[in-house]
Structure formats: C-alpha cells, structure tokens
C-alpha cells in the first residue's frame, strides 16, 4: 500500500489545513456550544473549495477524503465532514449530493448528531439506506454533555432509494468516518493535555518529566496513532468489512482510554468549563457509542473476519 | 462476625424505628433546585440533632453518639433502605471541619463551632488547594502574617467546593516562607463573611457552579481562630484530609449498588450473555469494595493513618469510572440527560443518568488527592517502597 501523499495530495491538504486554523479551532466551537449549532458556515467554506468531494477525485480519492476528516475534527469543527466527504459519496450520486447530512441507523435508538442542522439524513435501514430530505423528517433537539448537537429523529415521508446493498456500504464507511473523527478529536485533547502537562509544575518539575505520567501519555498515542492508521487504510482499500471494522473497534478503544487519560493528567483544570479540554474530550463519549458503539463494531468484525 | 450481634440489632430497629417516624417522604419532588436542597437537607439534619441521630460519629459530650463503626455502618444502611435525605451541603462541617476540631481544635473552639455544626446553622468549605498547589499541596502560597492577635492573609484558593454557599472555610496559609515547605503551613478557620473576600463561582464541565475560586486581600482572622500551633497545619490537615477517605465512602457504596442494579436492568433488556457478565462483574467489585471499606474501617485505627483510606479511595472511584463507562457503553447515546439543578450530584441514591453519574465519577479519581498521589503514599507507606525522588526539599 502506497501511503506516501502525491504532491497533489498533500497540497489539497495544506490548504484544508490553512482554511481549518482559521475557519474552525476552539474560540469557534466555543461560539457554536453556547449557540447551540453546527458550524454550516465552515461546511460551505469547506465545499466550495471542494474539499468534501476529494472521494470522487481519482488522484486524491478516499485516502485524502479520510485525512480531511480528521484534519477537521483535530481542528475542533463541528460539522458533519465524514459523513459528507466519507459516507455520502459511497452512496449518493455525485450531482445529488447534499451539503449538509448525517446518517441515522434504525437498528439503534436514540439521538442523532446533527439531525437538527441536516438538510437530508442517509437513514440505514439493514443492507439498504434511504435518503430522507429535511421535509421528511421532525426531530427534538437532545440537551447534551456529549459535545455534539444531538436530536431525536422521526421520520415521516418514504425518503428515495439508495439501492440494494447501500445500507451496508454506507455503514462500512461510517465506520471509517468515526474512526477518523475520533483519531483527530482524541489528538487535539492528547496534543492539549501534554501542552499542560509541560508547563505545570507541581512537586518542583513539570509533570511532564514523571515517568510514570510520561508512559500513560505514550500509551494513550500509540493507541490514536494506531486508529488513525487503521482509519486510513481502511478508506485507502474502499472501506472492506474487516477493515472499516477494525479501525472503529481501535479507535472506539483508544477513545475510551484517552478519555480517562487527558482528564485524570489534566487535573481539576479538565473538569471546567472554560479549559478548552472538553471541547475535544465530550465529543468522544459521540464518537464512541455511535453506530452502535462497541458491541456493533466488534460483531461487524467477527462478520467481517470470519463470516460469523 | 458478619451479623449483628443483640446490640448491634436492637440500634438498627431503634434507628429505624426512628426513621419510620421522622424520615420525610416526597422530598426528592422537591428538591429541584440547589436551594431546595439545601433546605431540605437543612431541615432534616435539625430533626436528626433533636433526637441525638445527627454526628453519630462524635463523642457524646458534643452532641454526638460515640458510635462505632458498625453502628455508622447500620445507619448508612438505613438511610438508604428508608430513601432519607443525605445530609451531602453539610457534610464538610459534619465530617471534615468536625473531625478537625475534635482532634486538634481547642476546647473554646468545639464549644464555639460544633453546636452550630450540629444544628445546620453553618455550611463549610475547604481552601486547601491554590493555582500552584495542587498535588504539592504543601507548596501552598496564600500568606498569612501574624499582626498582634491577628493574623492579616492575602492570597488564593481554588476548587474550593460550595464556598460560594459557605459561611465558614478551612483555611491552610504560608506562615513561615523560610523553613522547608510542611514545616511552615498554619491551618486557620475563616469566617467567609469577613471583608476582602471574593468569591468566584467556575463553572464545571456540568454546567454547574460546583466549585470556586477565593480572593483574600487583606483580610484579619483572629489568632484565636488558628487550629493547633503555628506552622502545625500540615500534620492537622492530614487528619482532615484522611477523613475524606474514610467513612465518608459509606453512602457511595449505596449509590454504587443503586447502579449495579440499574445496569442489571439494562444487561437483562440487552439479552446476551456478555452483557450479563459485565453486570454480574460489577456486582461482585462492589461487593469486594463493600467488604473492604467495612473490614478496613471496622479493623484499622482510620482517621489516624491515611493509609487504608488510600487503598479505598483508589478503589472506589477507579471502579465507579469503569462501571458507569460500561454502563455508557450499554445505554448508547440515550445515556444522555444534561446538567439539571435537580441532580444532586454527592447523594447516595442514583439518578438515572449514566452520563452525570460518568461524569462525576471523573472528579472522584482528582479530588480529596488524586489517585496517582494515593498510589505513591501506598507504594512508599503501605509497601515500603522507595519514595518518589522529591527535587525541592525547600521552597523556591
Ligand atoms: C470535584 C472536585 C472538588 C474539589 N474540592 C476541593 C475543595 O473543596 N477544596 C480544595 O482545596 N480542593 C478541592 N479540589 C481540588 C483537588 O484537591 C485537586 O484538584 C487535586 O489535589 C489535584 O490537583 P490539581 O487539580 O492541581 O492537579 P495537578 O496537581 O496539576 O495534577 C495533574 C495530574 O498529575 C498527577 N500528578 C501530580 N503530581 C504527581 C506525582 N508526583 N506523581 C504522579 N502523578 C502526579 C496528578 O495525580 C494528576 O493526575 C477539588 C477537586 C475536584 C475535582
């Protein structure tokens, strides 16, 4: 597997990461928590430069599509990049593409994020998904501590077929989209964390230099380092059961240890408001317990693996 | 040994027979915001002074029962099998400031403070930790300079729980800047109404107001509100500190089978043989802890050595962070309920939110010592290892 980015690639990138510092980061999401919103202004932003069509694009393809999402969710976006840039193309034709949509499974309960903002909602329904447009759709917004805007979804109208076999494929790469966004949100609470750590001094040294604290640190990054890896191969090779699987079982894993790390090493500071930690750390108890969470991903794995 | 004896029966069926009488009903409905709360707490805590139930744990003679552990025990029990309020806004008087007192507080101070304590006239706080001390406490700053028969203190707290409700604070201060840092802490009562204190609420990753920073400027405390000796307040918040981790995890215990059998409900709904396990895992952990806290307490001299209360602390709130994680991961994103006033956030019961209660569970691994600073006081004290290599012997 060629894991090297082209020129062009890693172009489309700096520039997505240039728009991002300066479109996205923690004063937005802050502005767009106590608003109560997503941000439609960076997804404009984002599609017109056409970022979230890099899928469909031969030489920057799924890869660079993966990258992007992560890119925005260590940059604290709060728009629904995987699911537009990742999800919607494997399934909706390229000239039918909505800006703004999220993806509901009617094998689980419970909210959606961003179902409020949408305007359509990919609704996986077993092997196919239906495309409902905002019409088709009411939902009551969910008072949250999980980071994300969440509402609770009921459809109406029949939504339009996405064809045979479009509910699994559109699973595959949410799952793939999830792994992304969970690398890049629990890298910008890991990159905080180790920020505080080297310049709080407690005991005459920065906590930095304890090695007891030094390897938690280290754990914790292997484990991101290693979701985001298994993320991009998985959008590398087209989103395959096993692998898609696997990185969402990764990285729902190193969600869950990163959570308990960032907090525990940051101290009191983590547990307030008005410390940037938990604009990046709230978000992966989402990312975790989406689609099924872990249980769901881990069966899609053995079925995946070993046809079980 | 794992009975009541005679008289250990005959104090649960007069406690409870108390309760049955006096315990009220239909309080929760009520208490829906901090300050109904408070008044109901407040409200019950007179009923249980006026018939002697109130600081079981203090000696007679200031109005409390002498009663042992398994009796402390046996009314845990109790409160929660009758669903009576706990009595959580006042428990740093009750517990903390009370054990304190008892300990090292002079005879005119129990006499001056306890009686209040007693009748939920007065809420207090701990302003132990500051911006640059937190796990090294002892590097502390807020100055205090003895002026004549007063003390003048400038300086600053933080995380200081509920001090913004609070009438009184258990204060430690920088007496002597020049000796090596335990040797120069002086530990003083504050009267927060006293001027030059400000009082500035941090709002928590809840919303909520849990916590907050204290300004000093300048503000006189009378030497005859200082607990113990001058620079003596290291050894004497040991013991303030120690009962944080002692017999105060009696109602957590409560709460934590409360879960258990929430998340049994849940496994059950889910149906597999995984799900159960998790359930019945977590059943027999608090069963372990259950065990553990009573044993410890029961056979240990508490309170005088931090060092069981240690092993519990770490225990207890490292497993109820794994239980309501599992317990997240079971109720998926309808684990959702945010920040309501009504959700008390130290009571004994739980609420049925998995995600206030995984929250909270956070602060449990930080507060009172963190978890990594009760690892290494076990390693060094309880194991006998060698102790953390400590760079600054004397303060910079
Ligand atoms: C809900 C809540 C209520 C609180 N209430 C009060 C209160 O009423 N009054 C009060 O005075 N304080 C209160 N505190 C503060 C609490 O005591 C401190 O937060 C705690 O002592 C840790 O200090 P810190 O937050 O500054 O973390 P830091 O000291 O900055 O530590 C950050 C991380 O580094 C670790 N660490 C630090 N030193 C070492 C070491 N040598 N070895 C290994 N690991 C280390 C810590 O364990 C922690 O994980 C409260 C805290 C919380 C969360």
Redesign the interface.
């Given at each position: 597997m060629e894991m090297t980015l082209s020129p062009t690639q890693q172009a489309v990138l700096d520039a997505c990461t240039t728009a991002l510092g300066r479109a996205a980061g923690p004063a937005r999401a802050r502005e767009l928590r106590s608003a109560g919103g997503a941000d439609d202004r960076l997804l404009t932003l984002l599609g017109e430069a056409g970022y979230l069509d890099v899928a469909l694009d031969e030489e920057s393809g799924p890869l660079t599509a993966v990258l992007i999402t992560e890119l925005a969710a260590r940059h604290l976006a709060l728009a629904p990049v995987g699911a537009r840039s990742l999800v919607a193309p494997a399934v909706i034709a390229a000239e039918q593409l909505p800006e703004f949509v999220t993806i509901m499974d009617l094998a689980f309960g419970g909210p959606v994020r961003y179902a409020a903002q949408s305007e359509a909602l990919i609704v996986l329904d077993g092997h196919d998904a239906r495309l409902f447009t905002a019409a088709e759709y009411t939902t009551t917004a969910v008072e949250t501590l999980f980071g994300y805007p969440l509402a609770r979804v009921e459809l109406q109208g029949g939504g339009v077929d996405l064809g045979a076999g479009s509910g699994d494929v559109a699973r595959r790469w949410w799952r793939v989209a999830i792994a992304a966004e969970i690398a890049g949100t629990a890298r910008a609470a890991l990159d905080l964390t180790i920020d505080h750590m080297q310049g709080r001094v407690q005991f005459g040294k920065p906590l930095s230099a304890l090695q007891a604290l030094q390897h938690r640190v280290i754990e914790t990054h292997v484990l991101i380092e290693g979701a985001m890896w298994m993320a991009r191969e998985a959008a590398y090779h087209g989103a395959p059961a096993e692998s898609s699987s696997s990185a969402a079982v990764a990285a729902v894993e190193a969600a869950g240890r990163t959570l308990f790390e960032v907090h525990q090493l940051s101290g009191s500071i983590g547990f307030t408001d008005e410390y940037d930690l938990t604009l990046s750390s709230l978000r992966l108890q989402t990312l975790r317990t989406e689609a099924g969470g872990m249980a769901a991903h881990s069966r899609a794995l053995v079925a995946g693996r070993w046809g079980a | 040994m794992f009975d009541d004896d005679a008289d250990l029966q005959a104090f649960r069926l007069r406690y409870r027979e108390f309760l049955h009488e006096f315990a009220p009903h239909g309080w929760r409905a009520h208490a829906t915001t901090t300050d109904a709360t408070l008044d109901i707490q407040r409200s019950w805590l007179r009923t249980l002074a006026a018939h002697g139930w109130a600081a079981p744990h203090w000696p007679a003679e200031y109005g409390g029962m002498d009663a042992t552990l398994a009796e402390q025990i046996v009314m845990q029990q109790e409160n929660s099998r009758a669903g009576a309020p706990a009595v959580t806004m006042f428990g740093m008087a009750l517990v903390h400031a009370a054990a304190t007192l008892l300990e090292f507080g002079s005879e005119e101070q129990r006499r001056r403070h306890l009686p209040h304590i007693l009748q939920g006239d007065e809420i207090w706080c701990q302003g132990f930790?500051e911006p640059?001390?937190?796990?090294?406490l002892a590097?502390l700053s807020t100055r205090a300079v003895r002026d004549g028969d007063r003390y003048i203190v400038n300086g600053q707290k933080?995380?200081s729980s509920g001090a913004d409700r609070a009438d009184r604070c258990l204060l430690l201060c920088r007496t002597d800047p020049d000796v090596p840092k335990h040797q120069g802490i002086t530990f003083l009562l504050l009267d927060l109404r006293s001027p030059g204190i400000e009082i500035r609420p941090?709002?928590?990753?809840?919303?909520s107001g849990?916590?907050c920073e204290v300004f000093m400027t300048d503000v006189v405390v009378p030497v005859t509100d200082r607990v113990g000796e001058e620079n003596e307040g290291w050894h004497i918040c040991q013991t303030t500190l120690s009962t944080e981790r002692g017999p105060y995890l009696l109602p957590v215990v409560n709460k934590l089978r409360d879960e258990c059998a929430a998340m049994w409900t849940m496994a059950e709904a889910i149906g597999t043989d995984?799900a159960a396990q998790v359930a019945a895992g977590f059943h027999a952990e608090v069963a372990i802890l259950s065990e553990l806290i009573d044993r410890t307490l029961l056979q240990a001299a508490f309170g005088k050595s931090g060092n069981e209360s240690s092993i519990l602390k770490v225990y207890y709130s490292e497993l109820s962070?794994r239980l309501t994680?599992a317990a997240?991961?079971m109720a998926?994103?309808?684990?959702?309920?945010?920040?309501t006033e009504a959700f008390d956030l130290n009571s004994d019961t739980f609420d049925g939110s998995w995600?206030?209660s995984h929250?909270w569970s956070?602060?449990w691994?930080?507060?009172g010592g963190?978890?990594?600073i009760q690892r290494n006081i076990i390693g060094e004290r309880v194991l006998g290892l060698p102790r953390?290599p400590?760079?600054?012997a004397r303060r910079?």
């Open positions: - | 930790s640059g001390a937190g796990s090294d590097a933080i995380w941090i709002v928590s990753l809840l919303g849990e916590f995984h962070q994680t997240l991961e998926g994103l309808d684990a959702q309920l945010a920040w995600g206030l929250y956070w602060s691994t930080i507060a963190s978890n990594e953390e400590r760079p600054e910079s």
